[in-house]
Structure formats: C-alpha cells, structure tokens
C-alpha cells in the first residue's frame, strides 16, 4: 500500500514571557497555531503586555501521512486535541528558528526528547481538526494485531508429549 502524504501551512505565534531567573531573562512557549498563513513579517511583535510579548514566528507546514493516522484519530479523540511546535535556536545564539509543527502526538513525545530548545503544545482550531478528521476518514486502515508464536528449541515438552 502506498502511503499518502499531505500537509497544509499555517502561521505560528509565539510569547516570549519574562521570567525571574538568575540564568535566563525570559522563556519562549507557543501561543497559537493560526488557520491560515497571514501576510506578515515572521518575527512581527503582534502585541506587548505587562511581562509578555508576543510574536508572530512565521509559518510552518503540518505534514499527514497515511501511515499515521492511528496517532492522529487518538489525537481527535482526546477531546482536547494538540498541535506540537518545536523550535531551535540557531547556532546557539538567542535567534529562535522554526523546526517542526506536528499534529501526530507520538511525533510530539519524541521532539521532546531531541533537544529541541523550545517545545509546546497549544490546542487545535476546530478547522485544522476538520481537515486532519477528513484526512483520517479518508486514509486510516485498521491493522489487525497479529501476535507471534515463538520458535522455541524442539523437545519433548514443546511437542506436547510426556516425558518419562
């Protein structure tokens, strides 16, 4: 079976908090996945607060594959789905580079894991839930569990008979 892929852009918002930490100044955590890409410098300040600004960051393609829509429908079905974002700073300085958007929660787990420098969840728009639903409907085959019987060393146990 071949496997299908799609993907879809959207626009990512980020919020850079300050924070009072004798090591770092501020922390970066994602604030929204926007629909649509808008037409607007990455790195824009969309709005300044008391202890936060925020950022639009700058789009990112979210990637369905057909091989993964287990994960996406238990994603759905969670009530709350998450969208991932992952991001890096690049060359070790304090410039923040888009790495990965994911709708696929194993793919989530495992962004965690790598060392990205700033990684969140933030909740799915019912739109983007709709087009990943669809996609699920289309695609996701249910693969039938099938456990494997062990080699075992011949003997006389194994065979069924009594030994004397």
């Keep these: 079976m071949a496997m299908t892929e799609t993907s879809r852009e959207v626009g990512v918002v980020l919020r850079r908090r300050s924070i009072d930490n004798p090591w770092i100044d501020h922390m970066w955590s994602p604030a929204m996945i926007l629909d649509e890409v808008p037409a607007t410098a990455p790195w824009t300040i969309l709005s300044t607060e008391t202890d936060a600004t925020v950022f639009y960051a700058g789009s990112a393609s979210i990637d369905l594959f057909s091989s993964e829509t287990a994960n996406y429908r238990d994603n759905l079905a969670d009530g709350e789905p998450r969208i991932w974002v992952a991001l890096r700073r690049q060359d070790g300085g304090s410039e923040l580079e888009l790495t990965k958007v994911t709708a696929d929660p194993s793919e989530g ?48 146990r194994d065979r069924g008979t009594r030994e004397p």
């Design 109 to 156: 787990e495992a962004m965690f894991e790598s060392g990205c420098d700033v990684i969140g969840t933030v909740p799915m728009s019912p739109e983007i839930a709709s087009w990943i639903a669809a996609f699920v409907d289309e695609f996701h085959v249910e693969r039938v569990f099938h456990k494997r019987k062990r080699d075992r060393a011949g003997g006389a």
